[in-house]
């Protein structure tokens, strides 16, 4: 089992950035994809962006394509989700988690991190 501990989470503005970091800890992730979810109060669950730690593959919900980045280190086996210019609607608990392929479903993610809050204000 990987575990996950994200940090870099905040208070901001809108219109500000913030970087996410998620730590792997345990087994190797090197053929893993690494992901992020959110969760908005009174909301489901839904998929951010996910990479592939082997050879960096991306995908980014529409929603956030164009402003939100994810990338890895696998020497630090560091999965990063680099935000910028956020908005109110980006406010939610982040969640970083790890499965065997990368995947908008959050079936296909096994390890999940606590989470971490994210508060965009206006």
């Known amino acids: 089992q990987v575990q996950l501990a994200e940090s870099g989470g905040g208070l901001v503005q809108a219109g500000a950035s913030l970087r996410l970091s998620c730590v792997a800890s345990g087994p190797a992730i090197s053929n893993h994809a690494m992901g992020w979810f959110r969760q908005a109060p009174g909301k489901e669950r839904e998929f951010v962006a996910a990479?592939?730690?082997?050879?960096?593959?991306?995908l980014h919900a529409d929603s956030v394509k164009g402003r939100f980045t994810i990338s890895r280190d696998n020497a630090k086996k560091t999965v990063y989700l680099q935000m910028e210019r956020l908005e109110p609607d980006d406010t939610a608990v982040y969640y970083c988690t790890s499965g065997s392929r990368r995947s908008y479903w959050e079936s296909d993610y096994v390890d999940w991190g606590q989470g971490i809050q994210v508060t965009v204000s206006s």
């Open positions: 990479i592939t730690m082997s050879v960096g593959l991306t």
